[in-house]
């Protein structure tokens, strides 16, 4: 950390926080931080940018952070994430999207920690074994630590409920696999996105904490507001 006048300067609580009046905040600490501290920021008319996605998918902390951007003015911003195309699966909206799946591959070690373990034998799995098919809400819920970009991908499409998400564990992979595929009126599309993993968390690909900077730098999100107006 740099060291003088111009050194970031932390502080511990949400008031100070808020003392500081910030133009944005981004939040890259969990969902149980979304819901703990985000209402505060937003309700105080501070604009946040949350990585941690997944944490929309509880209906709860969801209404929780509307009611408080309703009262504060301020934007819940959702950034591409990890994700490329996002673009497209929104605008595909228009034009008549029917189906989208999102499949995740990430190789056995990345699945350490999670609800797979109970389902899997992460340790002598076969090349390729899927784990969870089920909706975006479902995979959130039950695997908050990956389906960040399965909510954003449910988010800019058809939603939570209809948005289908396939988890793998692959041993054909060493770093997170994202497949995108979308079909509808408009046509059909599938994109691939091969991210290199954190290397303190194969969980999570480094795009991520690079879209993030993008975006806080371009000052660019999309409103979670309006993905909600479907």
Not at 60 to 76: H, K, N, P
Not at 132 to 150: C, M, S, T
């Amino acid at each position: 950390m740099r060291e003088g006048r111009s050194a970031p300067r932390a502080v511990h609580d949400v008031a100070a926080l808020v003392a500081k009046k910030p133009d944005i905040v981004l939040e890259c600490a969990g969902h149980q931080a979304v819901m703990q501290y985000v209402p505060a920021l937003l309700s105080s008319g501070i604009n946040v940018m949350i990585s941690s996605v997944g944490g929309l998918a509880d209906t709860g902390t969801s209404e929780l952070l509307m009611d408080a951007s309703e009262r504060g003015g301020a934007q819940l911003l959702i950034p591409a994430g990890a994700v490329a195309g996002l673009d497209g699966l929104a605008a595909a909206r228009f034009g008549g999207l029917k189906n989208v799946t999102y499949t995740s591959l990430k190789p056995p070690h990345a699945w350490i920690g999670t609800r797979a373990e109970s389902l899997i034998d992460l340790a002598h799995t076969s090349e390729e074994e899927v784990f969870f098919e089920g909706n975006a809400r479902d995979a959130a819920l039950q695997f908050p630590k990956n389906a960040n970009v399965a909510v954003a991908v449910a988010l800019a499409g058809l939603g939570l409920e209809l948005t289908r998400v396939r988890l793998v564990s692959s041993r054909a992979v060493t770093d997170p696999l994202g497949i995108i595929y979308a079909e509808g009126d408009f046509g059909h599309f599938r994109f691939e996105i091969f991210g290199r993993a954190a290397p303190d968390n194969p969980k999570t690909s480094l795009l991520t904490a690079y879209s993030l900077l993008q975006s806080a730098r371009l000052g660019v999100g999309q409103p979670l507001s309006k993905l909600l107006a479907k």
